[in-house]
Structure formats: structure tokens, C-alpha cells
Nanobody
Framework: QVQLVESGGDLVQPGGSLRLSCAASGSIFKINTMAWYRQAPAKQREWVAGISSGGSTNYADSVKGRFTISRDNAKNTVYLQMNSLKPEDTAVYLC???????????????WGQGTQVTVSS
């Protein structure tokens, strides 16, 4: 069994910063790509950023230059550093991690429960 636990969401003023964390635990053999998505009310879920097992990163145009994704493989954790936050960044942020559990050969995709980020003055 694999679990993802997210933390770090909060209410922040425009221009502020937050750091989200997502820790994977359980029967993990290998972790491949780790990513962050977000979903605002009445909007479709949107991919925000991803990081490969080798450390290559990609970002949505809307967050490029403001957000930084990173990972700590020893802790099975992915982070999202968010700077220069804007009201339009308000959403529930969810991590998505591709994991090969022990006893399996195929990759399984797991989702965190989500953490609320609200950017407002």
C-alpha cells in the first residue's frame, strides 16, 4: 500500500511565497515522475510542474519563473516552491507520483489528497 501526504497550503497575500510538500510512503520499490497539479473552483484540473527521476523539470507557462519543483529521493518527497503568488494561483494543489510498488512490474499513478492554497489580500 502506498500513501501520499501533502502539506504546506495556506492563505497568503499576493506577492508572497509558500512551499508545498508531498511525501510518499509504504511499499515503494521505485519512484519515477513526480508532479504537481492544481484545481480551482469550476475549472478543470491543470498540470503545474513535473520532475523526472533524473531531476529534469518542466513547468506550465503560467508558473514558469515563479515556481520551482524539486525532489528528495532519500525522503520520497517532492516539493513545490511558489514565489510571487497571484490571486489566480488560488486552487487545491495535488501531487501525482508514478510509483512501482514492491511485487509489481508496472507503474501505478497515485494522487495526494490535496492542499488548499489561497492568494488574497
Amino acid at each position: 500500500q502506498v500513501q501520499l501526504v501533502e502539506s504546506g497550503g495556506d492563505l497568503v497575500q499576493p506577492g508572497g511565497s509558500l512551499r508545498l510538500s508531498c511525501a510518499a510512503s509504504g511499499s515503494i520499490f521505485k519512484i519515477n515522475t513526480m508532479a504537481w497539479y492544481r484545481q480551482a473552483p469550476a475549472k478543470q484540473r491543470e498540470w503545474v510542474a513535473g520532475i523526472s527521476s533524473g531531476g529534469s523539470t518542466n513547468y506550465a507557462d503560467s508558473v514558469k519563473g515563479r515556481f520551482t519543483i524539486s525532489r528528495d529521493n532519500a525522503k520520497n518527497t517532492v516539493y513545490l516552491q511558489m514565489n510571487s503568488l497571484k490571486p489566480e494561483d488560488t486552487a487545491v494543489y495535488l501531487c501525482n507520483v508514478d510509483i512501482v510498488p514492491y511485487g509489481f512490474v508496472k507503474v501505478h499513478s497515485y494522487w495526494g489528497q490535496g492542499t488548499q492554497v489561497t492568494v488574497s489580500s
